[in-house]
């Protein structure tokens, strides 16, 4: 298969195809390597960084300028024991160049007819007035009516208009012109946090991903996470609302990341 390298080619049961790239709040990605981690998915097959990705800068190190590792674009697949679909999941930790966004897509999706891909998945953050308090919901569309009908069952909102911007969006279009079915799971995050790393919707995503998959994924330690992020910003807004007497609760740089 061109532009695709494979350490091993593992025969899987109509496997679903789960994208993830760093995005706002990290949701999906964080999601998507939590789920690659808790799984414990094997890692099968990549895309050659250097087809898609170059060097911007240099990095320092202790006083020293060295050359950045490229983005890693990694498959991996878990194989379903107790249900009937197996799940290939595509990793990567940054986007594309925009001019190469729809090569890039169509590489990832040349998967699709080696593996019997029929339906792929793919998550999102959707930025809403919302306090950081509250629980998210979690939104959904659907590339065709079937999908839709089949994920309204599962209490979600859905997105009856509208725009998905960047890869997410770009993605699930590129996957329909290819006669492919999917969806895209959006949790709520607040718009003040976009830059902020947000387990708590990575969280409900997961959680209605393991509902609709029916399969079973230990949260626990996302949850955890989730509420020691919320702890935090509770710190930050409090010592923002007394005018900064004193020194921050905590450092910028523990809650704030560059979101590509």
């Given at each position: 298969m061109t532009g695709i390298n494979f350490s091993k080619k593992p025969k899987l049961r109509n496997p679903f195809l789960l994208v993830a790239w760093p995005g706002m709040g990290e949701v999906a990605f964080k999601a998507a390597r939590f789920l690659v981690e808790k799984l414990a998915a094997e890692e099968f097959a990549n895309i050659n960084s250097g087809d898609f990705f170059y060097l911007t800068g240099s990095v320092v190190k202790d006083g020293i300028i060295d050359i950045p590792d490229l983005p890693y674009n990694k498959?991996?697949?878990?194989?379903?024991?107790?249900?009937?679909?197996?799940?290939?999941?595509?990793?990567?930790?940054?986007?594309?160049?925009?001019?190469?966004?729809?090569?890039?897509?169509?590489?990832?999706?040349?998967?699709?007819?080696?593996f019997d891909i029929k339906t792929v998945i793919?998550?999102?953050?959707?930025?809403?007035?919302?306090?950081?308090?509250q629980e998210p919901s979690v939104?959904?569309?659907?590339?065709?009516?079937?999908?839709?009908?089949d994920l309204i069952k599962y209490n979600?909102?859905?997105?009856?208009?509208?725009?998905?911007?960047?890869?997410?969006?770009?993605?699930?279009?590129?996957?329909?012109?290819?006669?492919l079915s999917g969806f895209c799971l959006l949790s709520e995050i607040p718009i003040y946090t976009i830059q902020i790393e947000n387990?708590?919707?990575?969280?409900?995503?997961?959680?209605?991903?393991?509902?609709?998959?029916?399969?079973?994924?230990?949260?626990?330690?996302?949850?955890?996470?989730?509420?020691?992020?919320?702890?935090?910003?509770n710190q930050l807004v409090d010592y923002l609302k007394t005018g900064g007497g004193q020194p921050p609760p905590i450092a910028e740089e523990e809650l704030s990341k560059t979101i590509p």
């Open positions: 498959f991996y697949f878990w194989k379903n024991k107790t249900g009937k679909n197996d799940l290939i999941i595509f990793l990567s930790n940054a986007q594309p160049d925009l001019a190469r966004s729809h090569e890039y897509c169509q590489r990832i999706l040349s998967i699709a007819s080696a793919c998550f999102a953050a959707m930025p809403i007035p919302i306090d950081h308090t939104w959904f569309t659907a590339t065709d009516q079937k999908i839709k009908e979600m909102k859905f997105m009856s208009e509208g725009q998905i911007s960047g890869m997410n969006g770009l993605f699930l279009g590129v996957a329909k012109n290819m006669n387990p708590k919707a990575s969280y409900v995503i997961l959680e209605t991903l393991s509902r609709i998959l029916g399969i079973t994924i230990d949260l626990n330690e996302l949850k955890d996470q989730a509420n020691s992020v919320e702890e935090q910003i």
